[in-house]
T-cell receptor
Framework: DAGVIQSPRHEVTEMGQEVTLRCKPI?????LFWYRQTMMRGLELLIY????????DSGMPEDRFSAKMPNASFSTLKIQPSEPRDSAVYFC?????????????FGPGTRLTVT | GESVGLHLPTLSVQEGDNSIINCAYS??????FIWYKQESGKGPQFIID?????DKRQGQRVTVLLNKTVKHLSLQIAATQPGDSAVYFC????????????????FGQGTILTVHP
């Protein structure tokens, strides 16, 4: 089975540019999570969705960040405009809420570098 | 200026030894706990989980122990191998009164495990 798929795997962009990160969750999963990982702050939850509906976006750092989930098989995280401090690895994870087990399956991540 | 990053706990062991990685969690209402392994350049990978109505759960070469009295979680790895070298994260799912957490996990900072051949 294919796991969580993220694209691109690496992104290098200049400050001020728009960046769009993409995620395809595992088929059949009903919750999707976006995380950011840096050496300074560790693994931070940005936003999560259940049945394509955003549940909690309190982790989104600024209005420059936005996320959408137009259907059960696709989500995007957009940064506009990007800044050097946004440089990090961004992970998408998905899970199926059932039976009280909440193991999230992570994608390989997108390494973003903003110069 | 000098950059300040997270100072992760580290554990160094010899190949073949048993490893114990500890985690203190914060929310006494958490009902589910999970351990992840993250190798360099990869996403976190699920290892084992445990619900709050249990105090021990075993997997293949791994055991998770839960002590709710002191809010402590540990991961034991038997016969540690060089391939076990990674950062290990514990995470908790807080029980939300009158609602659902939708599977949200709160992650610890991680522990770096290094296994020497």
């Amino acid at each position: 089975d294919a796991g969580v798929i993220q694209s691109p795997r690496h992104e290098v962009t200049e400050m001020g540019q728009e960046v769009t990160l993409r995620c395809k969750p595992i088929s059949g999963h009903n919750s999707l999570f976006w995380y950011r990982q840096t050496m300074m702050r560790g693994l931070e939850l940005l936003i999560y969705f259940n049945n394509n509906v955003p549940i909690d976006d309190s982790g989104m750092p600024e209005d420059r960040f936005s996320a959408k989930m137009p259907n059960a098989s696709f989500s995007t995280l957009k940064i506009q405009p990007s800044e050097p401090r946004d440089s990090a690895v961004y992970f998408c994870a998905s899970t199926l809420l059932a039976g009280g087990h909440y193991e999230q399956y992570f994608g390989p991540g997108t390494r973003l570098t903003v110069t | 200026g000098e950059s300040v990053g997270l100072h992760l706990p580290t554990l160094s062991v010899q190949e073949g030894d048993n490893s114990i990685i500890n985690c203190a969690y914060s929310n006494s209402a958490s009902d589910y706990f999970i351990w992840y392994k993250q190798e360099s350049g990869k996403g976190p990978q699920f290892i084992i989980d445990i619900r709050s109505n249990m105090d021990k759960r075993q997997g293949q070469r791994v055991t998770v122990l839960l002590n709710k009295t002191v809010k402590h979680l540990s991961l034991q790895i038997a016969a540690t191998q060089p391939g076990d070298s990674a950062v290990y994260f514990c995470a908790e799912n807080p029980l939300i009164a009158g609602g659902t957490s939708y599977g949200k996990l709160t992650f610890g900072q991680g522990t770096i495990l290094t296994v020497h051949p």
